[in-house]
């Protein structure tokens, strides 16, 4: 990935990534993800991306909201949740996945075990507010009834370089 040194660019400076659809694998499903945050970033949000998948297909994808919503719920994860669930008619996703770019934060997290998400896959973990191994792990939690497989999959630098360049921009921008 190439980062491109800006002041004041609103577009992503990083490129998106185009995997083969021939190997529908974790890689493949975090690099959708991954664009999606590009996505984020391109509509100055902070740069994390969510894909849901069932039967290895994409059924829901997004990227954090927050600010174009003017709502601290929006975030990558909930929307892809909230999409999935319409488009199955079903509030349990017990048959899908969920590929995201960063470890989901404590709200994100229980929507994952609420929406009885079969699998999630993180790209980049969060020792300071993720809670599916990083501060917490609530899905660990012995008397949830339910309980998803998480794993930390691919592009987790990637996604770091993405998020860390993102933020020393907000920084700059208001240090102009």
């Not at 079903?90 to 929507?111: I, Y």
């Not at 497989?149 to 700059?172: H, M, T, W």
């Amino acid at each position: 990935m190439t980062l491109i040194k800006c002041t004041l660019m609103r577009s992503c400076p990083f490129d998106k990534i185009f995997p083969s659809q021939l190997l529908k694998d974790d890689a493949y499903y975090m690099s959708l993800a991954y664009n999606s945050a590009i996505e984020g970033w391109n509509h100055d949000e902070v740069p994390i991306g969510a894909v849901i998948t069932q039967n290895d297909e994409v059924i829901a994808t997004s990227f954090n909201q927050t600010r174009k919503q003017s709502d601290p719920t929006a975030h990558a994860e909930i929307l892809a949740i909230t999409m999935a669930a319409k488009k199955l008619g079903d509030w349990r996703l017990n048959e899908c996945s969920l590929f995201v770019t960063k470890e989901p934060c404590p709200m994100c997290a229980g929507a994952t075990i609420m929406s009885r998400l079969k699998r999630v896959c993180y790209a980049l973990p969060d020792p300071k507010m993720g809670c599916l191994g990083g501060a917490s792990s609530l899905h660990k939690l012995p008397d949830s009834n339910h309980h998803p497989d998480v794993s930390v999959g691919p592009l987790g630098e990637i996604c770091e370089a993405l998020i860390q360049a993102f933020f020393k921009l907000q920084r700059n921008k208001v240090s102009t």
